[in-house]
């Protein structure tokens, strides 16, 4: 388990939420035990069902796409519902952008080390994640019959193929 790793996105979640104050606020948890939570000098780290609730609150799976991709992992959205396909599109090409930048500055000096190649993981899990989001507005565009014609049988069938945005 990389303790670091898991700091760095409970920091992120945090601030996304609003503070420490308000994490505590829809927590179990008060607002010191929280920073310790994403302090580096502190063994603690943020409890599956405090990542859950703090994930949910900031809308994305901050938290637990870093514990899914330490085990090998990548989380799709199960609700992938309507979505807007321009901004899918963008968000596709943002992504892929934002990662090849990133491997290009790795490779500056010939080699990529372990914390690269663990960005670079991350990021990778992340293109993989909007892509299929991508995937899902086009082809709700492309066959729109599908989703109409769906029967009650199809409904288990269309298990993960749609999301809200929130769900990101």
Do not use: F, W
Request: aromatic share 2%; net charge negative.
């Amino acid at each position: 388990m990389n303790v670091s790793q898991l700091k760095t996105a409970t920091q992120a979640v945090i601030k996304i939420v609003g503070g420490v104050e308000a994490s505590a606020c829809i927590t179990r948890v008060s607002a010191a035990q929280l920073s310790n939570y994403q302090r580096r000098d502190n063994p603690l780290v943020v409890p599956v069902d405090i990542a859950v609730e703090l994930d949910a609150c900031a809308q994305q799976p901050v938290i637990l796409s870093v514990m899914a991709s330490q085990l090998g992992y990548t989380l799709l959205p199960i609700d992938l519902g309507e979505g807007c396909a321009a901004t899918s599109m963008a968000e596709v090409c943002s992504t892929v952008g934002a990662t090849m930048s990133a491997t290009m500055k790795a490779l500056a000096d010939g080699r990529i080390d372990q914390h690269e190649a663990i960005d670079l993981a991350h990021r990778l899990n992340n293109i993989i994640r909007v892509t299929s989001i991508a995937l899902q507005d086009m082809q709700s565009l492309a066959y729109p019959e599908r989703s109409k014609a769906a029967t009650p049988d199809d409904a288990a069938a269309d298990v993960g193929r749609s999301r809200t945005r929130g769900a990101r």
